[in-house]
């Protein structure tokens, strides 16, 4: 396999495409039958758009529930517009790519915004460029009173958590690990990540908030990662439950995974565009990269 | 009239409740047949705790679309609960309010939420004891894509506004005047206001906003002024256009109404407990309080 599947085929232009989403009402990212999904309803109006089928590359694909303030994606058009009024004069300028935005924002339902469309620098793969994924956990605990206004974005929770110790145990795991014991199983994918940050907070509102970052994640890895940490900051277990979950890379009970509507993706991060064709060398190969 | 329809008839205590709602999916406030709306779904969670029907009392009547994050009502329940299991010893201590907000909670729906239960202090009166009304509105102006998770308190404007300009012909309107000129008709209603604050602001992801305070709003009032700002802001009309119209009391076009969506109802305030009985005076007769 390996690099020519990286770049757009001959006769074909890359476009990076930024968009944010409330997730409540889609179930996840990726196309499935019957379901109403990020991915289909974007490559609908895309298709529209392109006038032929297109398919998306996701940077971090979102489990059902999940938000996202920042997503990106890529999707490769043909050089010349096959317009239906066919003009062999039409190049790429024609597609009038900068008032994209506006034309899927006027397909697109609300709960899914496009923030920027814009032809990709040489190398730029939403998938396998990117560095790093950056999320946010909020949990309103205690029986906190849910502002009927910041509702989508939160997990309730009954018992009150103390942060401190979930930010003592989540300190330890840090680093590059393999998170088998926190990720759902799928064939083929690697478990090891390099986790970034693990740090929680309290927000002006008084919701519990963790900020998680890693070079990737695997299925379920940060909604069970928090599920593990609430478990410590509520009592429950001692730190060294989830440091021997780790160790033993035993799988985590379900039970102990929080739901996705707590949970948003806030940012990608991709490198310069210079270093983008080292970044996709780097990355490439690691299939399960998301 | 007067005084004695201000305090609990004899044999019943009064309930103060103070809750927020987001208003996306309600027909506003006052109950009307066939449509949800905040007061028939509070009514019917209250009566099923008072087990008889309860009828509340409103600090601020919001209209369709228009949200609360404080908004206060008052119901009277008999000061002995008429239990099924009926005991001549039950006493005011067995209705158990402490416990209502959680009760209450469990029965409404997440876009309404109950943040507190209490006996209210002697002469409170949701309606005729508040002294002022705190509104915000917020625009999205100059086709700004609006963020998925922050979508639903926001209005959409295509024109780009400018912020000065709308604060200095504001700035005019306050003080105690004759909004007629801004308030949809109704019978026997005062439109003689004392509007307190008019001012606008950005927030920080770019949404204009304005405070709006008064002691009381006649019907689509805020919608109106914010309306006829926006003329000056996205340089449609001249100062004096909007000032003409207070002065002439001259009903503006209901095209420049805008929509509740953007509308919040932000506070209520009251006096302290040893003013609320001249509060009342001072209010009682006034039937457009709100």
Known sequence: MALPTLNPESGFRRLRIELSYDGTNFSGWAAQPDYRTVQAVLEEALSMLAHRPVTTVVGGRTDAGVHALQQFVHVDIPENPPFADIDPKKSWADWNIPNWTYRLNRILDEDIRIISVEEASEH???????????????????????????????????????????????????????????????????????????????????????????????????????????????????????????????????????????????????????????????????????
């Open 124 to 290: 730029f793969h939403a998938r396998f460029s990117a560095l790093e994924r950056h999320y946010v956990y909020k949990i309103a605990d205690g029986l906190m009173t849910l502002p009927p206004l910041a509702r989508f974005d939160v997990a309730p929770w009954y018992r009150h958590l103390d942060e401190n110790l979930m930010n003592e145990v989540s300190a330890k795991l840090l680093g590059e690990n393999d998170f088998k014991a926190f990720c759902k199983f799928r064939e083929g994918s690697t478990t090891i990540r390099n986790l970034k940050k693990f740090h929680w907070y309290r927000l002006d509102n008084g919701y519990l908030a963790a900020d998680v970052v890693a070079d990737a994640f695997c299925y379920s890895m940060v909604r069970n990662l928090v599920g593990a940490a609430v478990c410590i900051g509520e009592g429950r277990f001692p730190q060294e439950w989830m440091l021997d979950l780790l160790n033993n890379r035993e799988r985590v009970s379900d039970s102990y995974v929080f739901p996705g509507r707590g949970l948003t993706l806030t940012k990608i991060l991709y490198p310069e565009a210079s270093e983008l064709y080292q970044r996709s060398l780097q990355t490439v190969g690691r299939r399960d990269e998301e």
